[in-house]
T-cell receptor, first 113, second 116 residues
Framework: KAGVTQTPRYLIKTRGQQVTLSCSPI?????VSWYQQTPGQGLQFLFE???????NKGNFPGRFSGRQFSNSRSEMNVSTLELGDSALYLC????????????FGPGTRLTVL | AQSVTQLGSHVSVSEGALVLLRCNYS??????LFWYVQYPNQGLQLLLK??????LVKGINGFEAEFKKSETSFHLTKPSAHMSDAAEYFC??????????????FGSGTRLQVQP
């Protein structure tokens, strides 16, 4: 069974631009969560989607948004990029909402110049 | 509210020596606890988890952890370190939040170096 895939793996953007990251969960998994990893703040929870609805949200500004499609694939969007948004963005999938076992993708490395 | 504290951002051991990575948690409700490993340029891989069953949990690659409620600890151990164990290790807690949902809260990570 294929694991969680994330595209693209690397992105370079400039301040003020917007970016969309994509995540394809493990087949059969219906919940997708997103995390931001930075050297300063560590791993922080962004949000969780299940059945195309955001079910849980971390403490991030509204510039960070996401969505989930009927096939459980998810996208994350960051608008008006700031230098501090440079990070590794990790997607994790699980069978059910709030499942105690999440499977992580390799991440998308975003660099904002 | 829940939180995790990992003691020691860097730990160095010799190959064959005992590995001990420390994790203390804070949670107002019974928690689930996890250890993840991250190799360079990769995502996180689940090593083991505690979900209120046996307090001694065995995971992959010879790692194990013991849940000690009285000490609010969940330390990760491995009897004999291997060079391939060099990576960053994250302890995480999952507890029901105000929304009635579970979300993972991670510690700051411990980078394990294994010396030959």
């Amino acid at each position: 069974k294929a694991g969680v895939t994330q595209t693209p793996r690397y992105l370079i953007k400039t301040r003020g631009q917007q970016v969309t990251l994509s995540c394809s969960p493990i087949s059969g998994h219906r919940s997708v969560s997103w995390y931001q990893q930075t050297p300063g703040q560590g791993l922080q929870f962004l949000f969780e989607y299940f059945s195309e609805t955001q079910r849980n949200k971390g403490n991030f500004p509204g510039r960070f948004s996401g969505r989930q499609f009927s096939n459980s694939r998810s996208e994350m969007n960051v608008s008006t990029l700031e230098l501090g948004d440079s990070a590794l963005y990790l997607c994790a999938s699980s069978l059910a909402l709030g499942s105690n076992e999440q499977f992580f993708g390799p991440g998308t490395r975003l660099t904002v110049l | 509210a829940q939180s995790v504290t990992q003691l020691g951002s860097h730990v160095s051991v010799s190959e064959g020596a005992l590995v001990l990575l420390r994790c203390n948690y804070s949670s107002s409700v019974p928690p689930y606890l996890f250890w993840y490993v991250q190799y360079p340029n990769q995502g996180l891989q689940l090593l083991l988890k505690y979900t209120s069953a046996a307090t001694l949990v065995k995971g992959i690659n010879g790692f194990e952890a013991e849940f000690k409620k009285s000490e609010t600890s969940f330390h990760l151990t491995k009897p004999s370190a291997h060079m391939s164990d060099a990576a960053e290790y994250f302890c995480a807690v999952s507890a029901l939040g105000d929304t009635g949902r579970r979300a993972l809260t991670f510690g700051s990570g411990t980078r394990l170096q294994v010396q030959p």
